[in-house]
């Protein structure tokens, strides 16, 4: 839900999602001066509990030696920037948000105007869409604190649930809906998440296999292609996709696709009553790491059309076809590109035919977005989006990565084109890393994975959020990750979600939540490379600064052009007052 309200020359704009509240705050021209930040309250109505909330940074003269991890309270260090957003927020609650200017002496601060707004977040069933984030932040102060860093295969369910946010349960619940007579039909890219693990938590192989059980059809095509790396080591998930379906004991209700260049989808349908009824798909591979350890999402239509369309992929791609001309054919025929984007959810398969439609599609869509874009790079940047970011202009233009170059042979060109964007005032970008030392700002060093090995370690979303506070948000997502391959040659599925307030919101406070974890991270990960810090008494804490300086990069600019002056005008929208 948005609740954007004007008290006492205070501005409120509240985006509630399911687990997370963001607040895009303002205050006008003529209280600023001497302003020191916002103190903020909460009150749980659910819980009935009312606490003012609280930050890691304080006034060095009034608390120069805080404690590793101490927390301060608002009311006494209040929060220094425009946008704040809670994270420890639940679906389904109420919540009353009292914000308070505070002014003057940090010894002796003085609470003048406030302004209050009161949320209810959103339940996570939704009433078409559905959308589980998993926490895809292994590597935070949170998990530091409850589980000291020990991986989720020693410490225990609590981690593996509190990492998981509902997304492992959700899935395993979906495939719960299937009984007698019903039927499940996916498509999955790596498909493990079963008895070959360490520890089990909500087992997937074993809800399917549970689900046969009781009557339903179900049938699983998985990514069976051979490929080896260059000194004959098997490459890709296939073996250990094989080895899954034989000690989990189901190869009765599993295919391998073999003839695909990469079957990349994340896919279920659910057939009830001989109607194709919901899909449920997003990015998340059925491993440890796709669900517990780096960012992932997983997206539930309930809509008959949208499965239907589904349910033809899935026809096609079980027919096992080469990458032919008559495959991508049929996929760009039975999805084509809208000339005008409609209200409501429009499907896009692949492959599809070598113009890259699709790409350009998408690419074209985020040139047109009016007030903001962000975006989500699992594998670095394609050309079509370098070409969109590269705009000066008053379009807030956010871009979070797991890392800056799609290949070891680009690098060094990617890195530079990503720091040319970089370098543009409207263009925000955050690259997955973490607190690599326990003395930066009195936080406690993080770990980089939650298992041995692995490919992507932060960012696995793709998905694009355009105009999401507007009247007509779009929201696109799915399998594909913005590229060339994931257009031409591989399996991958699509949504693009226009109109919808609910989803928007929801990802938009995802979003903001994983950008601003990860741009700390990396802005730290630079400081160490820039700085040559080797040890940790090198270190000098951040502090909040004690007179009104530390707004000027949030006004300074006649034009409102610089990064902070775009977001806190998209974010609290126009004074009125």
């Known amino acids: 839900m948005r609740k954007r309200i004007q008290q006492s020359g205070i501005t409120i704009n509240a985006i509630a999602g399911t687990y997370v509240v963001f607040l895009g705050l303002d205050i006008l021209p003529e209280m600023r001066a001497r302003f020191r930040g916002f103190a903020i309250k909460r009150k749980d109505y659910k819980e009935e509990e009312e606490i003012w909330l609280k930050g890691l940074k304080t006034f060095k003269d009034v608390e120069p030696h805080p404690a590793m991890g101490e927390t301060f309270s608002s009311l006494r260090h209040p929060f220094q920037g425009f946008q704040w957003s809670d994270y420890s927020a639940k679906p389904d609650y109420e919540y009353t948000y009292t914000i308070v200017a505070m002014y003057g002496d940090p010894f002796d601060l003085e609470q003048r105007a406030s302004a209050q707004v009161r949320v209810h977040t959103e339940k996570e069933i939704g009433g078409v869409h559905s959308v589980f984030f998993n926490r895809g932040s292994a590597a935070t102060q949170e998990y530091a604190r409850r589980f000291q860093n020990v991986r989720p295969n020693k410490a225990g369910t609590g981690a593996y649930k509190w990492l998981s946010r509902g997304l492992l349960e959700a899935i395993v619940k979906f495939i719960e809906r299937a009984g007698a007579g019903d039927a499940l039909h996916g498509a999955i890219y790596e498909f493990q998440y079963g008895v070959t693990n360490e520890f089990q938590y909500n087992d997937i192989l074993l809800a399917l296999k549970e689900a046969k059980a009781r009557g339903a059809s179900v049938n699983i095509l998985y990514d069976d292609v051979a490929q ?28 391998g696709r073999a003839n695909a260049k990469l079957m990349h989808n994340k896919f279920i349908i659910l057939t009830q009553g001989g109607r194709n009824v919901a899909v449920q798909t997003g990015s998340t591979n059925l491993t440890e790491n796709g669900i517990f350890g780096h960012s992932n999402l997983v997206h539930i239509v309930e809509d008959e059309t949208v499965a239907d369309a589904y349910m033809a992929y899935w026809t096609r791609l079980k027919g096992d076809p080469e990458i032919d001309n008559a495959y991508r054919t049929a996929n760009m025929d039975a999805s084509p590109v809208p000339e005008q984007l409609p209200q409501g959810t429009t499907a896009i398969f692949s492959p599809r ?50 890392k800056a170059f799609s290949s070891p042979k680009s690098k060094k060109k990617d890195e530079q084109d990503i720091q040319t964007l970089r370098n543009l005032p409207n263009v925000l970008v955050a690259i997955g890393n973490r607190i690599k030392t326990n003395s930066f700002d009195r936080w406690l060093a993080e770990m980089d994975r939650i298992i041995p090995r692995l490919h992507v370690y932060w960012i696995h979303t793709k998905y694009m959020l355009i105009d999401p506070l507007g009247e007509e948000p779009i929201v696109v997502g799915g399998s594909a990750n913005f590229s060339k391959a994931s257009t031409d040659t591989n399996d991958e599925n699509m949504l693009v979600i226009k109109g919808d307030k609910r989803i928007a919101d929801i990802y938009f406070g995802e979003y903001q939540r994983l950008f601003a974890h990860y741009s700390f991270r990396e802005s730290v990960a630079r400081a160490v490379k820039k700085q040559g810090i080797t040890g940790i008494q090198e270190w000098k804490p951040q502090y909040l600064i004690e007179d009104d300086s530390w707004m000027t990069d949030y006004f300074n600019d006649v034009n409102d052009k610089t990064a902070r002056c775009l977001r806190r005008k998209y974010f609290s929208g126009p004074m009125s007052e």
Do not use: Q
């Not at 080896?228 to 295919?255: F, L």
């Open 228 to 255: 080896y790396e260059s000194n004959g080591d098997a490459k890709g998930p296939w073996t250990a996709n094989r080895a899954a379906v034989a000690k989990a004991d189901i190869a009765d209700i599993c295919v």
């Open 353 to 402: 035919g070598t113009k890259l439609d699709a790409l350009n599609w998408y690419s074209k869509l985020a040139t047109e977005a009016g007030d903001a874009l962000f975006m989500t790079f699992a594998f670095g940047m394609h050309k079509n989006f370098k070409s969109v970011y590269n705009s000066n202009s008053t379009v807030l233009k956010m871009a979070l990565m797991e």
